[in-house]
């Protein structure tokens, strides 16, 4: 039996394929439309294929950097310095949006200090149950567990005391005295405060609008201090909902929302509640300077009873600058802003290396405990890691679980990342962050022996600590180190710009190098 040809008409493909004999001229027209459209559809997906594998191609050179590390040890305001130095005009665009955090960083410092001081009666004398120097009850449960051997195990064991009860922790002299009475100077400055108080509660009232205009209403367990977390994009959001007073976006064309999102600055500062916040702040400048002054918060300050991190004191003594009408964030501001980031956030560089462009995808992400499985994912093809320890940390305690010392959660963490089979080969670099800060509480009188029990009688000067810190973390890496790979580590204020843009630059290239070798290019 003869085999029908591929252009046979006893071809049975081709015979199904014919037109029906009683076929109409309707619809024939509507068949060959019909085939017209399968024959476009056909070919796009051919060109989106062959675009996609260019783009994998393409990818296959990119370098795909990781910011690990706890919340509020520097990630994010690592990424403004990557894209300072790469990207300067993106972070001009979005400077205006910046203006939202600022004032959410003053309004709910200035909650926290009033919340503070309702806590202590409006008082910094001493009371019978001030047995430490810290400011919240749940810290003064905890004598923190730092390990001589750092490990998974480290935050489980209590060095120092069997009960880790608050006797184990040496208690101040002025803290000693077991009697109180109120004195004329206490009363009047607890009347004063009373009454800034009363002046400034409108203010503090914005403080749920503004975490609100940020998070898109999303509310997070465990936000901590910086109270409230975004995800990517908000900078869009935020310009979104200052734009929503004119119209809603749906309602908008998108010739009329990119016209309104072109004149900016005008709009947002037009916007109801950042034009309230605006109005207040100066109109109330008097009386923030006045309790950011008053003695009673300064006495809190040093009894340890009030702590306030570096970006509400960085504002709170900018107070001027940021409550003018006219006000505009600068670099250092932005720097300095404090929002927590949910999820994982991408920004793409293109970075020039002796001569090569090569695009880097970093990677910033959540370093809340919740939300630390959200990094795995991007485990598989990273290039590098920075993984980002507050070393000034010492004295603090997680907000999701206020028995841990922040450090040995950061030792923990970088163990896990040590040991995870999927980063074996992943280049890996460590900044121990936030050296101005250890510096400052050093010279402060603070002493680490007090939080980390294992320091011991080690000299307290600040060289000492930063090696001894340093010690740890290299020994997580040396007992995780399976393929002998090196850790590159940087002392580190990312809020220092020139300094950290030397460093970055040293990052680069150590990167780069590592990247050729594993792509046994040199």
Known sequence: MRTPSLYSQDDPITAALQPPPSETEEERVVRLEAEAE??????????????????LRKNKDDIKLLLLGQAESGKSTLQKQFQL?????????????????????????????????????????????SSTDQYSPAHMRFNGGFSDRPGPSSSSTNHGSGSGTPSSFPRSEASSS?????????????????????????????????????SGGISVSGSGKGGVFVR??????????????????????????????????QDLLQDALVQDVVHMLKSLETEIKELWDHPTVKALIVKRRLKLDEWSEFFLKHISRVAAPDYIPTTDDILHARIQTMGVTEH???????????????????????????WVPYFDDA?????????SAFDQYLEEDPRTNRIDDSLQ????????????????????????????????????RKYITSFGDRSNDYETVVQYFRAHFLQVHRRNNENRRVLYTHFTNVTDTKATQRVIGNVRDSIFRGYLQSAALV
């Open 38 to 55: 399968a024959k476009r559809v056909s070919e796009q997906i051919d060109e989106d294929l062959k675009q996609e594998r260019e783009r």
């Open 85 to 129: 130095m790469y990207k300067p005009n993106s972070l001009d665009q979005e400077r205006i949006s910046w203006k939202t955090v600022i004032y959410f960083n003053v309004v709910h410092s200035l909650k926290h200090i009033l919340n503070t001081l309702e806590a202590w009666d409006d008082s910094a004398e001493d009371e019978p149950d």
């Open 178 to 214: 077991t009697s109180h009475f109120i004195s004329p100077s206490k009363d009047a400055g607890a009347m004063q405060i009373a009454a800034l108080r009363r002046k400034l509660s409108p203010l503090i009232a914005a403080d749920a609008p503004l975490a609100d205009r940020l």
């Open 232 to 265: 990517s994009g908000w900078q869009a959001r935020t310009i979104e909902n200052a734009l929503g007073k004119m119209k809603s976006k749906r309602a908008m064309g998108s010739e009329e929302l990119k016209k309104a999102r072109d004149s900016l600055p």
């Open 348 to 374: 793409i560089f293109d970075v020039n290396i002796h001569g090569k462009s090569v695009t880097w995808h970093l990677y910033d992400v959540g370093g809340a405990r919740g939300q630390r499985h959200s």
């Open 383 to 391: 290039t590098a890691i920075i993984f980002v320890a507050p070393i």
């Open 413 to 448: 963490l970088f163990t896990q990342i040590c040991s995870n089979r999927l980063l074996k080969s992943v280049h890996l670099v460590l900044f121990l962050n936030k050296t101005d800060l250890l510096r400052t509480k050093l010279d402060k009188g603070l002493k680490v």
